[in-house]
């Protein structure tokens, strides 16, 4: 298993004229060269390098979860 390392980050939207949270986490690379973004760099998180091969490569799927348990995990003790 391969990992990556993902951020948030933000970017300027023209048609709000404001910096915005993205709803995609990236790779450092794609943010910079795609997004043309700001990396949030406290946000890292380690992932398996198949989360970012969504339909934009190097980023997540919108509104990814990187502390998000899998369905079906279990989160007590009976």
Not at 54 to 75: C, H, K, L, M, V
Request: proline share 4%; glycine share 6%.
């Amino acid at each position: 298993m391969s990992t990556v390392t993902i951020y948030q980050f933000e970017v300027y939207r023209i048609d709000s004229d404001e910096i915005v949270k993205s709803r995609r986490w990236g790779t450092r690379e794609a943010i910079v060269e795609i997004a043309h973004g700001r990396v949030l760099e406290d946000t890292a998180r380690e992932v398996d390098e198949s989360i970012v091969a969504s339909d934009i490569q190097g980023f997540t799927e919108r509104n990814y979860d990187p502390d998000a348990r899998p369905p079906g995990f279990q989160t007590y003790v009976r």
